[in-house]
């Protein structure tokens, strides 16, 4: 190959360097899509709830409902923000009485991919986990009962249940309010971002910084929990495979699976989480206290795989990282139908 004059050694040694990994780009590829898979276009079918527009109005209505909780003040919404990353950015979310959770709340983004939800997967789909926080005494604080004739008296609500299920004669029950937010909430998927693309075969997708992150995410073994549509979500880890990461992002008093589990090969187990849309949403880990996405990366190097991994490794992790972004949901906030006279009043 002859070297123009304006060229330098140097320059042209750099760009012979890069011939290894355009010549290995195809192999790159077939590596990745062996371990992950882009996430489709069109959300999947619940099993036993099929998707209807009524009720998919009617879950949409009742994720953004601030009256299924005591207070009329806290909603779905509340703690899965559609603006920030399907989360809400603080280390624990604020309930009942401004009670915070145990937990940093997980993105909603996604979620139906999952194989169970919450932290420590106690619900095994998104119709158990959307009960979950309308009763938790720390969250929404609601009973069951008080749901049911709150949603009774609102004539509005009366006539979407109706319109949502036909075939009932009773239509407001706590499995149709289940059902409707958990098949909204399965709508909430974020197709098309650059991985996505580079699975699907566009090779230009991924800017170099983002493909050498890829394979230190792939040769160190990040993606041995890390896989599958939502790179993560899809098994249970100890946090703190090789070297326990510190009180402050492993507190002893949570211990994680093991709390429904009961089984001591489940102490300090949490469900993997997913990597979508990752840096819309801080701060991470089950306790929130990292703000700092590169910090999260170090520490899982350490505490998982036991390496070291460095800044200029670390800057490109977390590049490859901002590649799995993808479209976010539009969202238009419903219109909820407004209390009558004999409505339940909010209990503060």
């Known amino acids: 190959m002859r070297i123009p004059a304006s060229v330098s050694w140097a320059a042209a040694l750099a760009a012979f360097m890069q011939f290894p990994s355009i010549l290995c780009a195809d192999e790159q590829m077939d590596q990745a899509r062996a371990i992950f898979q882009p996430i489709p276009t069109t959300p999947p079918e619940l099993a036993d709830n099929p998707s209807t527009p009524e ?183 100890p946090f703190g495979v090789v070297e326990k990461p510190g009180a402050e992002f492993l507190p002893l008093t949570d211990t994680g699976r093991f709390e429904v589990t009961k089984s001591v090969a489940d102490e300090y187990v949490f469900k993997v989480p997913t990597l979508r849309n990752i840096t819309l949403s801080p701060p991470y880990f089950h306790t929130g206290k990292s703000w700092d996405l590169k910090q999260a990366v170090s520490v899982m190097g350490k505490s998982q795989l036991g390496i070291e991994i460095t800044e200029a490794e670390a800057d490109k992790v977390v590049a490859f990282l901002q590649s799995l972004n993808g479209e976010l949901p539009q969202v238009a906030i419903p219109a909820l139908p407004p209390s009558v006279a004999t409505s339940s009043r909010p209990t503060p």
């Open 55 to 237: 009720k998919l109005a009617l879950g949409k209505m009742l994720f953004f409902e601030p009256r299924l909780s005591q207070s009329h003040n806290i909603s779905c919404a509340s703690c899965h923000n559609l603006g920030l990353g399907g989360a809400d950015m603080l280390e624990t979310s604020l309930g009942h009485r401004s009670q915070h959770g145990g937990r940093n709340a997980p993105t909603v983004f996604n979620a139906v991919f999952n194989t169970a939800q919450f932290w420590d997967g106690r619900a095994k789909d998104l119709f158990d986990q959307a009960g979950g926080p309308i009763v938790n005494p720390i969250e929404m604080a609601i009973t069951k009962a008080h749901v049911l004739e709150q949603l009774n008296s609102i004539p509005g609500y009366v006539e979407a249940f109706t319109a949502a299920f036909p075939d009932q004669g009773d239509p407001i029950s706590m499995e149709n309010v289940q059902k409707s937010i958990a098949l909204f909430e399965a709508t909430l998927i974020t197709p098309n971002a650059p991985f996505d693309k580079y699975l699907g075969g566009d090779a230009a997708a991924l800017s170099d910084d983002q493909k050498a992150g890829l394979q230190i995410f792939m040769d160190n073994g990040c993606a041995g929990c890390h896989d599958g549509i939502n790179i993560g979500g899809g098994q249970y880890q």
